[in-house]
């Protein structure tokens, strides 16, 4: 017999930055958070797929001038971004579908957009 587990979510960090993120489960009330280094992934235990997950982010690297002036040059003072407002990951309401992007913004309220992108790994038969 084999037997494997998965994490029903996992979070990949394609960001050029290291983040901090928070799963938070609306029906449940359970939120969920953790730090994730640019590049890496973290599998998410404690989540119903079937609830209305929400997703937040705050940018731990404060030195991303660099990274912004390649995208807009009038960016490139902008130091620190605040945490992202909330986005729907998931829900089982068909009035609330999943959002394909987010925004973190600085102190002077600076915008920048964040696309999310969601790949479903169907479990394997043996």
């Given at each position: 017999?084999?037997?494997?587990?998965?994490?029903?979510?996992?979070?990949?960090?394609?960001?050029?930055?290291?983040?901090?993120?928070?799963?938070?489960?609306?029906?449940?009330?359970?939120?969920?958070?953790?730090?994730?280094?640019?590049?890496?992934?973290?599998?998410?235990?404690?989540?119903?797929?079937?609830?209305?997950?929400?997703?937040?982010?705050?940018?731990?690297?404060?030195?991303?001038s660099s990274a912004l002036q390649i995208l807009r040059a009038d960016w490139a003072d902008m130091t620190d971004l605040l945490q992202s407002d909330y986005a729907i990951i998931g829900s089982d309401d068909p009035e609330l579908p999943?959002?394909?992007?987010?925004?973190?913004?600085?102190?002077?309220?600076?915008?920048?957009?964040?696309?999310?992108?969601?790949?479903?790994?169907?479990?394997?038969?043996?």
């Open positions: 017999m084999t037997l494997r587990l998965r994490a029903p979510l996992e979070v990949e960090n394609l960001l050029p930055y290291d983040i901090r993120f928070r799963i938070h489960d609306k029906h449940s009330g359970l939120s969920s958070s953790n730090w994730l280094s640019k590049g890496l992934s973290s599998p998410i235990h404690t989540v119903e797929v079937s609830h209305l997950m929400l997703i937040s982010i705050s940018p731990e690297d404060t030195s991303m999943q959002e394909d992007h987010f925004h973190v913004a600085d102190q002077q309220g600076n915008k920048l957009m964040l696309k999310l992108h969601y790949q479903y790994v169907s479990p394997a038969l043996p």
